[in-house]
């Protein structure tokens, strides 16, 4: 880490009790790490909300059997081009299939394309999670 500034915070001491309970329960071994990573996480959230290149992964559940699905969900992957990067496919069981889908690009297209892809009938279960690539942001002591 370069650059490295201190800074004081002042709060309440009930405020600070419950922090310190919230940091030990999330594993936290001091409050400088919990504090960094509160202010990272703020500010990923705001270049979410704007229109910067962030990474995505698409994690769904989907019904195999399910008419068509697979040729669906490709199509949408096709048309997203440059966007996907990678995509893994397990099959979970007789019926459930997973894939993990990741993609790179501004958040509102990787939004759009995860609603494309989560409204077909079949997909169960999805969830987007967007980051990015720590450029900005770095979370790495080494
Ligand atoms: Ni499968």
Known sequence: ?????????????????????LITKRGYKNRSEAVRDLIRRALLEEDVDSNKSVVGTLTLVYDHHIPNL??????????????????????????YCLEVIIMKGKSRELQAVADGILALRGVELGKLVLTNSGKDLKSHTH
């Open 1 to 21: 880490m370069s650059n490295l500034s201190r800074t004081g915070v002042s709060l309440d001491g009930d405020l600070l009790k419950e922090f310190d309970r």
């Open 70 to 95: 697979s040729e669906k969900l490709t199509d949408v992957q096709h048309r997203a081009g440059a966007m996907i990067l990678a995509a893994t496919h397990v099959h979970l069981d007789h019926h």
